[in-house]
């Protein structure tokens, strides 16, 4: 017999090893000014509201895929692409940042995206069908996607950055 730490190996207890690993989103490879995040699923928000993103129309989205910065539209940081996932329902967005040096604000909330200071997103939308949640609020059925913003403070607590290169944009 072996001993293992002052004890015979026959008498030492077998410590089972549980070991988890973490999905890794299949996009995890982004570039340097690139993230991806998701900007919507059927958590109900902060404003009450649930937006279900199986009765997101993203057609007009996909005509002009802006990404801007606190819902201004004044300063478009970004453009996407928007993806539908399923199991849990979610929208899912590809952000790419214009090359550094065209846009002073897409380099800043970059550069602050990047390094984790903004982890934030939130969609605008029309409006298409709703109706009334019991504790108030709506939950919106049918809607259409405008535009989503990087924001430091999402109404959906789940519409956050999930995959970013490090450093500096």
Not at 12 to 35: N, P
């Amino acid at each position: 017999y072996r001993r293992l730490r002052g004890l015979l190996l026959s008498e030492a207890k077998m410590v089972e090893i549980i070991r988890k690993f973490a999905q890794v989103d299949q996009a995890a490879q982004v570039g340097d000014r690139e993230a991806v995040g998701i900007i919507n699923d059927l958590t109900q928000d902060g404003d009450g509201d649930i937006v279900d993103p199986d009765g997101c129309d993203l057609s007009d989205y996909q005509n002009n895929p802006v990404v801007l910065f606190n819902h201004d539209p004044n300063a478009i940081v970004a453009r996407s692409k928007v993806t539908r996932l399923t199991s849990p329902s979610r929208l899912k967005a590809f952000i790419t940042f214009p090359p550094e040096g065209i846009s002073a604000k897409a380099d800043e909330v970059c550069g602050l995206l990047k390094n984790g200071f903004l982890n934030g997103l939130s969609i605008g939308f029309s409006a298409i069908e709703w109706k009334p949640l019991s504790g108030g609020g709506k939950h919106f059925t049918s809607w259409a996607l405008r535009e989503f913003s990087v924001v430091s403070v999402p109404s959906n607590p789940n519409a956050l950055v999930t995959v970013r290169s490090a450093g500096a944009c």
